[in-house]
Protein backbone atom coordinates (compact mmCIF):
# COMPACT_ATOMS: atom_id res chain seq x y z
CA UNK A 1 0.00 0.00 0.00
CA UNK A 2 0.96 3.53 -0.29
CA UNK A 3 0.62 5.97 2.75
CA UNK A 4 0.54 9.21 3.56
CA UNK A 5 1.66 10.83 6.94
CA UNK A 6 0.52 14.22 7.09
CA UNK A 7 2.61 16.02 9.56
CA UNK A 8 6.03 14.45 10.66
CA UNK A 9 5.74 15.18 14.62
CA UNK A 10 5.97 13.34 17.46
CA UNK A 11 3.32 10.76 15.99
CA UNK A 12 3.37 11.23 12.31
CA UNK A 13 7.32 9.61 12.76
CA UNK A 14 5.80 7.06 14.84
CA UNK A 15 2.83 6.09 12.14
CA UNK A 16 5.75 5.92 9.02
CA UNK A 17 7.36 3.65 10.98
CA UNK A 18 4.74 1.70 11.98
CA UNK A 19 3.76 1.37 8.24
CA UNK A 20 6.97 1.20 6.78
CA UNK A 21 7.95 -2.02 9.23
CA UNK A 22 4.62 -3.76 8.09
CA UNK A 23 6.32 -3.42 4.38
CA UNK A 24 3.90 -0.59 2.89
CA UNK A 25 5.40 3.01 0.93
CA UNK A 26 5.36 5.74 2.77
CA UNK A 27 5.48 9.51 2.32
CA UNK A 28 6.33 11.86 5.30
CA UNK A 29 4.51 15.64 4.72
CA UNK A 30 5.06 18.44 6.42
CA UNK A 31 4.90 22.05 5.95
CA UNK A 32 8.25 22.71 7.65
CA UNK A 33 11.25 21.17 6.24
CA UNK A 34 13.20 21.12 9.54
CA UNK A 35 10.93 19.15 10.68
CA UNK A 36 11.17 16.51 7.76
CA UNK A 37 15.03 16.60 8.41
CA UNK A 38 15.09 15.69 12.02
CA UNK A 39 12.18 12.91 11.54
CA UNK A 40 14.22 10.54 9.41
CA UNK A 41 16.83 10.81 12.03
CA UNK A 42 14.40 10.09 14.47
CA UNK A 43 12.80 7.30 13.36
CA UNK A 44 16.11 5.77 12.41
CA UNK A 45 16.95 6.01 16.23
CA UNK A 46 13.51 4.74 16.81
CA UNK A 47 14.04 1.53 14.24
CA UNK A 48 17.02 0.49 16.12
CA UNK A 49 15.53 0.49 19.33
CA UNK A 50 12.64 -1.42 18.23
CA UNK A 51 15.71 -3.88 16.61
CA UNK A 52 17.59 -4.41 19.56
CA UNK A 53 13.82 -5.39 21.24
CA UNK A 54 13.23 -7.87 18.80
CA UNK A 55 10.85 -6.27 17.59
CA UNK A 56 11.38 -5.45 13.94
CA UNK A 57 10.41 -8.71 12.87
CA UNK A 58 14.39 -10.00 11.34
CA UNK A 59 14.48 -6.85 9.43
CA UNK A 60 17.41 -4.72 8.83
CA UNK A 61 17.05 -1.04 10.21
CA UNK A 62 18.21 -0.06 6.33
CA UNK A 63 15.29 -1.65 4.70
CA UNK A 64 12.71 -0.40 6.45
CA UNK A 65 14.07 3.30 6.77
CA UNK A 66 14.05 3.08 2.64
CA UNK A 67 10.45 2.72 2.18
CA UNK A 68 10.00 6.06 3.97
CA UNK A 69 10.26 9.36 1.84
CA UNK A 70 9.99 13.13 3.05
CA UNK A 71 8.22 15.25 0.68
CA UNK A 72 6.60 18.74 0.37
CA UNK A 73 4.48 17.92 -2.29
CA UNK A 74 0.92 16.99 -1.07
CA UNK A 75 -0.43 16.33 -4.84
CA UNK A 76 2.26 14.02 -6.13
CA UNK A 77 1.95 12.00 -2.44
CA UNK A 78 -1.94 11.51 -2.39
CA UNK A 79 -2.13 10.51 -6.52
CA UNK A 80 -2.69 7.03 -6.02
CA UNK A 81 -2.33 7.14 -2.35
CA UNK A 82 -4.60 4.47 -0.34
CA UNK A 83 -4.38 5.94 3.12
CA UNK A 84 -3.41 8.95 4.53
CA UNK A 85 -3.05 9.36 8.38
CA UNK A 86 -3.56 13.28 9.45
CA UNK A 87 -0.82 13.92 12.64
CA UNK A 88 -0.81 18.11 13.02
CA UNK A 89 -1.96 19.52 16.13
CA UNK A 90 -4.87 18.96 17.92
CA UNK A 91 -6.52 22.65 16.96
CA UNK A 92 -9.80 22.19 15.63
CA UNK A 93 -9.60 25.16 13.09
CA UNK A 94 -6.38 23.49 11.93
CA UNK A 95 -7.75 20.17 11.31
CA UNK A 96 -10.87 22.09 9.84
CA UNK A 97 -8.41 23.61 7.44
CA UNK A 98 -6.22 20.66 6.69
CA UNK A 99 -9.29 18.59 5.98
CA UNK A 100 -10.49 21.07 3.83
CA UNK A 101 -6.99 21.39 1.31
CA UNK A 102 -7.19 17.62 1.57
CA UNK A 103 -10.74 17.27 0.17
CA UNK A 104 -9.96 19.84 -2.32
CA UNK A 105 -6.81 17.65 -3.19
CA UNK A 106 -8.56 14.44 -3.36
CA UNK A 107 -11.10 15.78 -6.07
CA UNK A 108 -8.34 17.27 -7.77
CA UNK A 109 -6.19 14.25 -7.97
CA UNK A 110 -9.58 12.23 -8.78
CA UNK A 111 -7.98 9.78 -6.15
CA UNK A 112 -11.37 9.19 -4.25
CA UNK A 113 -10.52 5.39 -2.38
CA UNK A 114 -8.31 7.04 -0.57
CA UNK A 115 -9.07 6.98 3.16
CA UNK A 116 -8.78 10.05 5.61
CA UNK A 117 -7.71 9.32 9.00
CA UNK A 118 -6.98 11.40 11.94
CA UNK A 119 -4.73 11.10 14.89
CA UNK A 120 -6.34 13.64 16.71
CA UNK A 121 -6.97 12.65 20.95
CA UNK A 122 -10.01 14.66 21.94
CA UNK A 123 -11.99 16.09 18.64
CA UNK A 124 -14.63 13.79 16.91
CA UNK A 125 -14.24 14.01 13.00
CA UNK A 126 -18.18 14.92 12.43
CA UNK A 127 -16.18 18.36 14.26
CA UNK A 128 -13.90 18.81 11.07
CA UNK A 129 -15.13 17.20 8.33
CA UNK A 130 -19.10 17.56 7.49
CA UNK A 131 -19.12 20.21 5.12
CA UNK A 132 -16.57 18.17 2.96
CA UNK A 133 -17.36 16.39 -0.42
CA UNK A 134 -15.61 13.32 0.67
CA UNK A 135 -16.45 13.31 4.34
CA UNK A 136 -17.54 9.13 3.55
CA UNK A 137 -13.85 8.87 3.69
CA UNK A 138 -13.24 10.01 6.85
CA UNK A 139 -12.58 8.82 10.21
CA UNK A 140 -10.53 9.05 13.28
CA UNK A 141 -7.70 6.60 14.20
CA UNK A 142 -6.35 7.68 17.72
CA UNK A 143 -3.13 5.95 18.38
CA UNK A 144 -1.59 6.13 21.96
CA UNK A 145 2.01 7.33 22.08
CA UNK A 146 4.23 5.54 22.06
CA UNK A 147 2.32 3.27 19.30
CA UNK A 148 4.92 1.19 18.24
CA UNK A 149 4.72 -0.25 21.70
CA UNK A 150 1.65 0.70 22.82
CA UNK A 151 -0.39 -1.07 19.67
CA UNK A 152 -4.32 0.13 20.41
CA UNK A 153 -5.89 2.49 18.03
CA UNK A 154 -9.34 3.62 18.37
CA UNK A 155 -11.06 4.22 14.75
CA UNK A 156 -14.18 6.52 15.57
CA UNK A 157 -16.40 7.19 12.62
CA UNK A 158 -18.07 10.44 12.26
CA UNK A 159 -22.46 9.83 11.18
CA UNK A 160 -21.49 10.00 7.66
CA UNK A 161 -18.13 7.61 7.81
CA UNK A 162 -19.11 4.69 5.37
CA UNK A 163 -19.27 1.65 7.24
CA UNK A 164 -16.78 0.23 3.99
CA UNK A 165 -14.26 3.01 5.26
CA UNK A 166 -14.54 2.06 8.49
CA UNK A 167 -13.82 -1.88 7.89
CA UNK A 168 -10.74 -0.95 5.94
CA UNK A 169 -9.55 0.82 8.30
CA UNK A 170 -9.78 -1.70 11.25
CA UNK A 171 -8.30 -3.84 7.89
CA UNK A 172 -5.60 -1.45 7.14
CA UNK A 173 -4.46 -1.17 11.05
CA UNK A 174 -4.11 -5.13 11.83
CA UNK A 175 -2.08 -5.17 8.92
CA UNK A 176 0.35 -3.83 10.47
CA UNK A 177 0.34 -5.05 13.81
CA UNK A 178 -1.71 -2.46 15.54
CA UNK A 179 -4.96 -3.58 18.17
CA UNK A 180 -7.87 -1.31 16.33
CA UNK A 181 -11.15 -0.63 18.40
CA UNK A 182 -13.74 0.29 16.41
CA UNK A 183 -16.42 2.42 18.13
CA UNK A 184 -19.73 2.94 16.73
CA UNK A 185 -20.68 5.91 17.55
CA UNK A 186 -18.99 8.97 18.09
CA UNK A 187 -18.22 9.66 22.19
CA UNK A 188 -16.96 12.60 24.22
CA UNK A 189 -12.96 11.61 24.81
CA UNK A 190 -13.64 8.03 22.87
CA UNK A 191 -12.77 4.70 24.84
CA UNK A 192 -9.28 5.01 26.30
CA UNK A 193 -9.77 8.94 27.72
CA UNK A 194 -13.32 7.95 29.51
CA UNK A 195 -11.70 5.11 30.96
CA UNK A 196 -8.07 6.97 31.77
CA UNK A 197 -10.18 9.96 32.92
CA UNK A 198 -12.45 8.11 35.48
CA UNK A 199 -9.69 6.68 37.31
CA UNK A 200 -7.54 9.96 37.22
CA UNK A 201 -10.75 12.40 38.78
CA UNK A 202 -11.38 8.84 41.50
CA UNK A 203 -7.66 9.39 42.25
CA UNK A 204 -7.97 13.93 42.29
CA UNK A 205 -10.93 12.84 45.03
CA UNK A 206 -9.42 10.71 47.25
CA UNK A 207 -6.37 12.70 47.76
CA UNK A 208 -8.06 15.57 48.37
CA UNK A 209 -10.57 13.82 50.72
CA UNK A 210 -7.00 12.98 52.63
CA UNK A 211 -7.55 9.06 52.30
CA UNK A 212 -4.27 8.30 50.93
CA UNK A 213 -1.15 9.97 48.90
CA UNK A 214 -0.58 10.54 45.95
CA UNK A 215 2.02 7.63 45.88
CA UNK A 216 -0.32 5.24 46.73
CA UNK A 217 -2.76 5.75 44.09
CA UNK A 218 0.23 5.33 42.12
CA UNK A 219 1.48 1.70 44.35
CA UNK A 220 -2.10 0.89 43.77
CA UNK A 221 -2.00 0.38 39.86
CA UNK A 222 1.89 -0.08 39.09
CA UNK A 223 2.45 -3.09 41.70
CA UNK A 224 -1.52 -3.82 41.99
CA UNK A 225 -4.32 -3.74 38.95
CA UNK A 226 -1.95 -2.72 36.24
CA UNK A 227 -0.15 -5.93 36.61
CA UNK A 228 -2.97 -7.79 35.34
CA UNK A 229 -4.52 -5.20 32.91
CA UNK A 230 -1.42 -5.10 30.89
CA UNK A 231 -3.02 -8.72 29.71
CA UNK A 232 -6.60 -8.34 30.59
CA UNK A 233 -9.38 -6.11 30.68
CA UNK A 234 -12.21 -5.56 33.46
CA UNK A 235 -14.88 -7.57 32.25
CA UNK A 236 -12.28 -10.72 31.30
CA UNK A 237 -11.19 -9.60 35.03
CA UNK A 238 -14.37 -10.59 36.29
CA UNK A 239 -14.73 -13.25 34.77
CA UNK A 240 -12.17 -15.19 36.44
CA UNK A 241 -12.75 -13.63 39.61
CA UNK A 242 -16.31 -15.55 40.54
CA UNK A 243 -16.78 -19.34 40.25
CA UNK A 244 -18.96 -19.08 37.74
CA UNK A 245 -18.13 -16.33 35.32
CA UNK A 246 -19.87 -13.56 35.14
CA UNK A 247 -23.06 -13.82 36.08
CA UNK A 248 -21.77 -15.44 39.38
CA UNK A 249 -19.80 -12.16 39.53
CA UNK A 250 -22.90 -9.77 39.01
CA UNK A 251 -24.94 -11.54 41.51
CA UNK A 252 -22.17 -11.90 44.38
CA UNK A 253 -20.74 -8.14 43.78
CA UNK A 254 -22.60 -5.92 41.52
CA UNK A 255 -24.36 -4.50 45.01
CA UNK A 256 -21.41 -3.89 46.41
CA UNK A 257 -19.74 -2.19 42.76
CA UNK A 258 -23.31 0.30 42.95
CA UNK A 259 -22.46 1.59 46.13
CA UNK A 260 -18.88 2.39 45.62
CA UNK A 261 -19.74 3.97 42.77
CA UNK A 262 -22.87 5.68 44.75
CA UNK A 263 -20.43 7.03 46.83
CA UNK A 264 -17.75 8.68 44.60
CA UNK A 265 -17.76 12.62 44.96
CA UNK A 266 -18.74 15.28 42.44
CA UNK A 267 -16.51 15.41 39.16
CA UNK A 268 -14.69 18.68 39.35
CA UNK A 269 -11.57 20.10 39.07
CA UNK A 270 -9.13 19.27 41.67
CA UNK A 271 -8.36 22.03 44.50
CA UNK A 272 -5.45 24.02 43.65
CA UNK A 273 -3.71 22.26 46.84
CA UNK A 274 -4.57 19.27 45.72
CA UNK A 275 -2.82 19.85 42.39
CA UNK A 276 -0.13 21.01 44.17
CA UNK A 277 -0.03 17.56 46.87
CA UNK A 278 0.48 15.76 43.74
CA UNK A 279 2.80 17.75 41.96
CA UNK A 280 5.25 17.92 45.16
CA UNK A 281 4.96 13.92 45.70
CA UNK A 282 5.78 13.84 41.72
CA UNK A 283 8.81 16.11 42.34
CA UNK A 284 9.67 14.63 45.66
CA UNK A 285 10.00 10.88 42.75
CA UNK A 286 11.21 12.67 39.67
CA UNK A 287 13.13 15.85 40.15
CA UNK A 288 12.12 17.79 36.73
CA UNK A 289 15.30 18.05 35.31
CA UNK A 290 15.10 14.06 35.08
CA UNK A 291 11.44 13.87 33.45
CA UNK A 292 13.39 13.23 29.93
CA UNK A 293 15.39 10.15 31.62
CA UNK A 294 12.13 9.01 33.32
CA UNK A 295 10.50 9.20 29.64
CA UNK A 296 13.21 6.96 28.53
CA UNK A 297 12.73 4.80 31.49
CA UNK A 298 8.93 4.52 30.40
CA UNK A 299 9.71 3.58 26.72
CA UNK A 300 12.36 0.81 27.94
CA UNK A 301 9.99 -0.52 30.37
CA UNK A 302 7.01 -0.57 27.09
CA UNK A 303 9.59 -1.75 25.06
CA UNK A 304 10.30 -5.17 27.58
CA UNK A 305 6.72 -5.35 27.97
CA UNK A 306 5.84 -5.69 24.51
CA UNK A 307 8.06 -8.61 23.95
CA UNK A 308 7.04 -10.28 26.87
CA UNK A 309 3.26 -10.14 25.00
CA UNK A 310 4.70 -10.84 21.73
CA UNK A 311 6.46 -13.83 23.28
CA UNK A 312 3.25 -14.56 24.89
CA UNK A 313 0.79 -14.24 21.74
CA UNK A 314 3.72 -16.81 20.03
CA UNK A 315 3.28 -19.96 22.88
P1 LIG B 1 3.54 17.64 16.92
O1 LIG B 1 3.40 19.07 17.31
O2 LIG B 1 4.68 16.85 17.46
O3 LIG B 1 3.61 17.55 15.32
C1 LIG B 1 2.73 18.24 14.48
C2 LIG B 1 3.34 18.35 13.09
O4 LIG B 1 2.36 18.91 12.21
C3 LIG B 1 4.57 19.28 13.03
O5 LIG B 1 5.61 18.61 12.37
C4 LIG B 1 4.07 20.48 12.22
O6 LIG B 1 5.09 21.09 11.43
C5 LIG B 1 3.01 19.83 11.34
N1 LIG B 1 1.99 20.75 10.86
C6 LIG B 1 1.32 21.70 11.54
N2 LIG B 1 0.45 22.34 10.73
C7 LIG B 1 0.58 21.78 9.51
C8 LIG B 1 -0.04 22.01 8.25
N3 LIG B 1 -0.98 22.94 8.09
N4 LIG B 1 0.36 21.28 7.19
C9 LIG B 1 1.31 20.33 7.35
N5 LIG B 1 1.94 20.05 8.51
C10 LIG B 1 1.57 20.78 9.58
O7 LIG B 1 2.13 16.97 17.28
P2 LIG B 1 1.87 15.45 17.72
O8 LIG B 1 2.10 15.30 19.18
O9 LIG B 1 2.56 14.55 16.78
O10 LIG B 1 0.28 15.35 17.53
C11 LIG B 1 -0.29 15.17 16.24
C12 LIG B 1 -1.69 14.57 16.40
O11 LIG B 1 -1.57 13.31 17.05
C13 LIG B 1 -2.64 15.42 17.25
O12 LIG B 1 -3.94 15.36 16.72
C14 LIG B 1 -2.60 14.72 18.59
O13 LIG B 1 -3.80 14.85 19.33
C15 LIG B 1 -2.45 13.27 18.16
N6 LIG B 1 -1.88 12.41 19.18
C16 LIG B 1 -0.78 12.83 19.90
C17 LIG B 1 -0.27 12.02 20.91
C18 LIG B 1 0.93 12.46 21.70
O14 LIG B 1 1.21 11.83 22.72
N7 LIG B 1 1.66 13.48 21.28
C19 LIG B 1 -0.88 10.71 21.23
C20 LIG B 1 -1.99 10.35 20.37
C21 LIG B 1 -2.47 11.19 19.40
Known amino acids: MKIVIFGSGLIGRCWALLFA ?16 NGALDDIESKLKGLQSSGLLQGQAVA ?5 ISTTTDLDGAITGADYLQECVPDIVDLKRNVFAQLDALVEKTGNSKIILASSTSVIPAS ?37 EVTA ?20 EGFLVNRLQFALLME ?11 PADIDTTISKGLGLRWSF ?11 PGGVDDYCKRYNPGVVRVCKDFGETKDPSPETVAAINAA ?3 EVPFEDLAKRREWRDNRLAALAVHKLQMDQL
Not at 63 to 67: F, H, S
Not at 170 to 187: F, K, T, W, Y
Open 21 to 36: RAGNTVQLYDKEPAQL
Open 63 to 67: DVLKR
Open 127 to 163: TFTEPLKHRSRCLVAHPINPPHYIPVVEVVPAPWTSP
Open 168 to 187: ETRRILDSIGQAPVVLNCEV
Open 203 to 213: GYRLVEAGVCS
Open 232 to 242: MGPFQTIDLNA
Open 282 to 284: MRE
